[in-house]
């Protein structure tokens, strides 16, 4: 727990934004919520047929997992992407079940004698919803607001797998480091958050009732504060768009790094404001997002950008490969820079210990014995070109179970502790080194050349050619041993991507 307190005292000021943008997200989230549902739930209970099959529509969207979720708004126009617009879309749509339900259950609940009552005095159907059934049901409306918001901070949490912020971002980088301490600095602020939360609106609740008259005005001033929020948080979020070069990374360790190393190459090369959308997810995600606009730069890799990307065949000449792959890009106004200046292609691992035993060199050496192991891949590797299946049939590679699927990070500790016999990790883990893993040697060159190189918008570099410049900077800077070095740094040592950026850059000035 020290750990902790001593992670969050030196990260104070992004904790209090992940913090701010956590909130944020909530409270804008859960507002849209309860604007959409209450007047849903309300035409419900004067359409009775209605209200069981709007409860099951919502009762179908709260069953759908919300990484899939996040994943089905990706490519959905408008409403989808990458950032806080696809994450509110999914928070409201989880928010909306427990709010319309307890809605419903709380009008359909008062008593049949007090709405005759009411039509006795001469109210009409419009006064009797406002001045008699609303009052009445609002504790009922109150739970419900309760359980979309606690639902909402959990949830928000995973929406910075889509580079939409919060105190998620903690834990996905804790999980790419596989650092407690990173996990945690995350997780207890959230799981803080929404304590207070519960604990707060269920204050409130108990007051409503109790004194139902006081407590109508109340939710009255509650409701409009965080319209206010809404379009406070709306503001804040087209500000952060405007005029800022949005730089996006896919979710492991070397892109976090080298996410870290453009952006603050952009910074301090132009002046020009940088918004970071780093830990996205898998190649596509972070394709889509360029294309569409979301980000404007991330690193690629030549070989990664040719097969999966593009769906060409492999090749192994690097020249040829950079040439190919940068005309693709210029045909869809993308750019392909100059490469970095390493080659980080797959590295079949396994311990160092099991090799200097049985005398493996060359995949091929591991071929005969490959049906007594077992394998763990990351997700990307079962299914890409480049992957799995090319790669079992070149070298006949048959093991004594099929592959299990796992985090590429995760997966270099998972081969050290003997859960897996052999993976597919990156020939610039720091972890290799630390772990004492050995990289067979790929003999029959069935993996293509992965020249890591930055990948922009054409528009952002014509619109800033000072970008550009900057970026160019960057061509040949990187070698191997330096990308080996900062990853070691990330995994094994627990450094922050921003810190080992910051110390290359220096460095290389």
Not at 32 to 47: D, H, K, Q, S, Y
Request: a positive charge; glycine letters at 10%.
């Amino acid at each position: 727990m020290t750990a902790v307190v001593r992670f969050w005292l030196t990260h104070a000021g992004e904790l209090a934004t992940l913090v701010g943008e956590h909130v944020l997200l909530v409270a804008v989230s859960t507002t849209i919520a309860v604007a959409i549902g209450v007047p849903l739930a309300i035409f419900a209970t004067r359409r009775p047929r209605l209200a069981s099959p709007l409860v099951a529509i919502a009762n179908v969207v709260q069953t759908i997992p919300s990484l899939a979720m996040f994943g089905f708004l990706l490519p959905v126009p408008l409403v989808g992407g990458i950032g806080a617009r696809a994450a509110l879309v999914v928070l409201i749509l989880y928010g909306l079940l427990p709010i319309v339900r307890s809605t419903i259950v709380g009008i359909s609940g008062i008593d049949s004698s007090i709405r005759a009552a009411g039509v006795a005095m001469g109210m009409t159907d419009r006064e009797l919803l406002r001045q008699v059934e609303l009052p009445l049901a609002l504790p009922s409306i109150v739970a419900g607001i309760r359980v979309a918001a606690v639902v909402g901070v959990g949830s928000a949490t995973i929406a910075a797998a889509i580079g939409a912020g919060g105190l998620g971002q903690y834990i996905y980088r804790g999980l790419s480091m596989v650092d407690s301490t990173v996990i945690l600095a995350g997780a207890i602020p959230a799981a803080l958050l929404a304590l207070i939360v519960d604990g707060g609106l269920l204050w409130f609740e108990r007051q409503l009732s109790t004194r139902r008259r006081t407590g109508s005005r109340r939710s009255v001033a509650v409701a409009a504060s965080l319209a206010i929020v809404a379009l406070l948080g709306s503001a804040v979020v087209a500000a952060r768009a405007s005029g800022a070069i949005v730089v996006g990374s896919k979710n492991f360790t070397e892109q976090l790094i080298l996410g870290e190393i453009v952006a603050q190459t952009i910074e301090r090369e132009t002046g020009l404001p940088v918004q970071r959308r780093l830990n996205l997810g898998g190649t596509l995600i972070c394709d889509r997002a360029l294309r569409t606009g979301d980000i404007d730069v991330y690193v690629e890799y030549t070989g990664t950008a040719l097969m999966a990307i593009f769906q060409q065949p492999a090749a192994t000449d690097p020249a040829a490969v950079l040439d190919r792959v940068r005309e693709l890009y210029a045909g869809s106004g993308r750019t392909l820079l100059r490469p970095l200046g390493f080659d980080n292609t797959f590295a079949i691992l396994v311990r160092g210990a099991e090799a200097r035993r049985r005398g493996l060199r060359t995949i091929d050496d591991a071929a005969p014995v490959a049906p007594l192991w077992r394998a763990g891949f990351g997700y990307e590797f079962l299914e890409r070109p480049d992957g799995y299946r090319g790669l079992a049939k070149t070298y006949d590679l048959t093991f004594r179970s099929p592959p299990q699927v796992m985090d590429l990070t995760l997966s270099y500790r998972a081969l050290a502790s003997g859960q897996v016999d052999l993976i597919a990790g990156d020939a610039t883990a720091g972890l290799i080194k630390g772990l004492d893993l050995f990289r067979l040697e790929d003999n029959r060159r069935y993996f293509p050349p992965y020249d890591a190189v930055p990948v922009a918008r054409a528009s952002t570099l014509l619109r800033y050619p000072q970008v550009r410049k900057a970026l160019e900077g960057l061509a040949g800077r990187i070698s191997a041993a330096d990308m080996q070095e900062m990853n070691y740094a990330a995994d094994a040592q627990h450094e922050g991507a921003a810190d080992i950026a910051r110390r290359f850059l220096d460095r290389a000035r």
